[in-house]
């Protein structure tokens, strides 16, 4: 398949669909947030939403109904706290159920290994004395064929549709990924399709030898939107916005004010571009 | 007269010292962050601080508010993906100690940070949940803990084992299948615990100056063992104090936060 250059609206429509599973991937570096906005717009239900580190961009889907399972290994506001609409889908079943399938991350990161690998299950020794296993049933035990060992064994991730931000792509629609590379080049690799959006298109993206590429043959997908991961952050970019996560604890804490939030300035509008520019210059909610 | 300190300072001071230079250490965000590189910035230059994030040798100028902050790649060795950090680095045996925080901790040093109250499917608290913790627990050579005691912390049961210590104590930890000596010391605002040689039950092994005994245990959810030869905790230098609250103000004008808030 040939990556397609195409607005990020386009992108969502055609590849992401009610009931898929999806992961949105990022460990708190290049943060998919304006495509996760696109799904909320675009009003999809019934997501398996799979990530590592679900925070604000879950959040806010769990928040607007969009998700009816989350597969996860740590869920919060990284260095604020908890998310308050992923604990009400908990606790409370507001606006909907929420089946958790609950892992830890060394795990998550070998499932999603064992889907780009083409194998049907990932094997660790993990685990070891936790109550994570007694709920959830993917988390099981294989003896070693060759040394009897006790280990962990879960099934790969395939998701229906990996998304992801990155720095760069070339005209082609060939991607590189500088700085925190997290679990991106798995989840992609992974999907049975991909998405990626960028900040921006260079004519060569000069890529060193070793570096983290993604050829454009894997994605089906590339979408410029500048700030696309905000209120993460773009190594050589722009830095995270730390009010943003702080304040996002004080507007998601009750339903209405999220609501409001998020008509106001998600389904509010158009795009990206419009969500930055109706959070303001100084981008923080409120 | 010596400097004065807080319950916190002290704590992050005593942490930062246990940590020898040289050492290989995967850690936790907050607390355990905060100490680890309070001894890199004193008299440990040369530990190597490995965060999740896939970051091997990070040497932040402030603290990472988030585990994957840009400020931990900046300046670290090398960047590696987030397989590679746990599968190889990991797994294959290469961290000293694994330092982590908690949000309760038992008698034997097992951890939770899944749920609090109620059960798992309608929990009271839906706490962030696993993370790293539970293969840093069983793999790494040694397991640290640094949490503030309180009677909420330090409970008889805990309301979920996300990660392993001594598990039921005695051998139970070593016939579990996990790798490591687990946790060997937990290091809190009042004092250090460490597990009984034979029981590995967490004792108070030493205290910090002016918390008394009776403190201790009443901010302990089970009947706190004191090791016979207590030590007292030295309080902490000036020098100590003077890059710990550098390092945190950097930190809090960097993040745009106050900073008495760690």
């Given at each position: ?25 990022g460990f708190t570096h290049l943060i ?46 990284p260095g ?86 990155a720095q760069q ?7 590189l990924i500088t700085g925190i590379v997290g ?16 900040e ?8 060193p030898?070793n570096a983290c ?16 991961a905000?209120?993460s952050y773009a190594h050589g970019y722009y830095e995270r916005d730390n ?44 | ?26 850690v936790?965000i907050?607390?355990?962050s905060a100490?680890a590189n309070?001894?890199r910035l004193?008299?440990?230059p040369?530990v190597v601080l490995i965060y999740e994030s896939g970051t091997i040798g990070a040497k932040p100028d402030v603290l990472p508010l988030s585990i994957g902050d840009g400020e931990l790649a900046e300046h670290a060795d090398t960047v590696v993906s987030v397989?590679?950090i ?161 390092l945190?103000?950097k930190t809090?004008k960097a993040h ?7």
């Open positions: 398949m040939t990556a397609k250059i195409m607005p990020l609206a386009d992108a969502v429509s055609r590849f992401v669909k009610d009931g898929q599973t999806v992961a949105m991937e998919p947030f304006a495509a996760g906005h696109e799904v909320i717009r675009q009003a999809r239900r019934e997501l398996m939403l799979v990530r590592m580190t679900p925070d604000i961009i879950y959040d806010q889907m769990i928040g607007m109904g969009c998700a009816r399972g989350l597969e996860f290994s740590w869920g919060g506001n604020v706290g908890s998310i308050h609409r992923f604990r009400d889908a908990i606790q409370n079943e507001w606006p909907r159920p929420l089946a958790i399938q609950e892992h830890s991350h060394a795990d998550m990161a070998g499932r999603y290994q064992a889907g780009a690998s083409g194998l049907p299950f990932s094997v660790l020794r993990g685990y070891v004395g936790s109550d994570l296993p007694k709920h959830n049933d993917n988390i099981r035990t294989i003896a070693c064929p060759f040394t009897g060992e006790k280990l962990a064994a879960t099934p790969a991730i395939n998701p229906d549709v990996t998304v992801i931000h792509a070339d005209r082609k629609g060939n991607v679990i991106q080049k798995e989840a992609v690799l992974a999907a049975k399709s991909a998405i990626v959006t960028v921006e298109v260079v004519d060569d993206l000069d890529a030898m590429f993604i050829p454009h043959w894997v994605l089906n997908a590339v979408c410029v939107v500048p700030r696309g905000h209120p009010a943003f996560c702080k304040a996002w604890d004080g507007v998601s804490r009750e339903r209405d004010t999220f609501l409001e939030w998020m008509k106001r300035h998600v389904l509010g509008t158009k795009d990206h571009a419009g969500f930055l520019e109706s959070i303001g210059p100084r981008p923080a909610p409120g | 007269m010596p400097m004065s300190y807080t319950p916190n300072e002290i704590m992050t001071v005593e942490a930062a010292r246990r940590l020898k230079n040289g050492t290989v250490c995967f936790g907050g607390l355990p100490a309070l001894a004193t008299h440990a040369d397989p590679e746990f599968r190889y680095w990991l797994q294959g045996g290469r961290v000293d100690v694994g330092f982590l925080g908690a949000a309760q901790v038992d008698r034997f040093g097992n951890i939770n940070t899944t749920v609090i109250g109620g059960d798992y499917a309608k929990p009271k608290v839906r706490l962030p949940g696993a993370g790293g913790a539970p293969e840093i627990a069983s793999n790494a050579k040694e397991t640290w803990i640094i949490i503030r005691q309180t009677k909420r912390s330090f409970v008889a049961k805990l309301d979920f084992l996300t990660s392993v210590g001594h598990l039921d104590g005695g051998d139970s930890r070593a016939r579990s299948g996990a790798w490591g000596a687990g946790p060997t010391a937990v290091i809190t605002d009042m004092g250090v615990l460490a597990p009984d040689p034979v029981t590995r039950e967490l004792t108070l092994v030493a205290i910090h100056p002016g918390i008394t005994i009776e403190e201790a245990r009443a901010n302990t959810g089970w009947d706190l063992r004191i090791a016979p030869d207590l030590a007292t905790t030295a309080v902490p230098a000036e020098h100590e104090l003077a890059a710990l609250r550098e945190q103000e809090a745009g936060t106050s900073a008495v808030s760690e």
